[in-house]
T-cell receptor, first 112, second 114 residues
């Protein structure tokens, strides 16, 4: 069974204080790992897809990296507008399944 | 830009009512999903469809059914709404091809059953 564990559950940062969110996964053949941002009361917004170990993607202050067992979302010099819940999901190659398995998310609050 | 549109942002229904949640996507995606999201429980898959008229049960299908008569539209039906179905409902869609595997979500429907 595919599993995704995100840590920490919640993270409070001061503006400008860089940090990383972790997504550990177990999957029988990774098809893709996805990061999403979710603001309160809204649907998740797609950020990145990573397909293979060693791959990195960047968008503004966010950088996602991938190893064979985990992914990190690095946030450099965060601003209050980066406050949101960040979700990680994996999709397996096995059985032709197209269903992503989601972690429970990390709630990030950035204080001015 | 990919657009997934859910028919309502907020709904209030009475116990026992039949409730329809509609979702439309404009990217010709093969796959469509219905999730519910509750505090502390994360996203839980209710139903999944990989083609017109095809559907598969997710982790929590009890009390729900779905309909996919056209490729762009996926409906979630609460046969007889109950208070424990009060939740945020999220629709998503994705391609089947490996190069475009990510799912895109709608804005969500906050359903309250009283």
């Amino acid at each position: 069974e595919d599993q995704v564990t995100q840590s920490p559950e919640a993270l409070r940062l001061q503006e400008g204080e860089s940090s990383s969110l972790n997504c550990s996964y177990t999957v029988s053949g990774l098809r893709g790992l996805f990061w999403y941002r979710q603001d309160p009361g809204k649907g998740p917004e797609f950020l990145f897809t990573l397909y293979s170990a060693g791959e990195e993607k960047e968008k503004e202050r966010l950088k996602a990296t991938l190893t064979k067992k985990e992914s990190f979302l690095h946030i450099t010099a965060p601003k209050p507008e980066d406050s949101a819940t960040y979700l990680c999901a994996v999709q397996a190659n096995s059985g032709g399944s197209y269903i992503p398995t989601f972690g429970r998310g990390t709630s990030l609050i950035v204080h001015p | 830009d990919v657009k997934v549109t859910q028919s309502s942002r907020y709904l209030v229904k009475r116990t026992g009512e039949k409730v329809f949640l509609e979702c439309v996507q404009d990217m010709d995606h093969e796959n469509m999903f219905w999730y519910r999201q509750d505090p502390g429980l994360g996203l839980r898959l209710i139903y999944f469809s990989y083609d017109v008229k095809m559907k598969e049960k997710g982790d929590i299908p009890e009390g729900y059914s779905v309909s996919r008569e056209k490729k762009e539209r996926f409906s979630l039906i609460l046969e007889s709404a109950s208070t424990n179905q009060t939740s945020m409902y999220l629709c998503a869609s994705s391609f089947s091809d490996r190069a475009y595997a990510e799912a895109f979500f709608g804005q969500g429907t906050r359903l309250t059953v009283v």
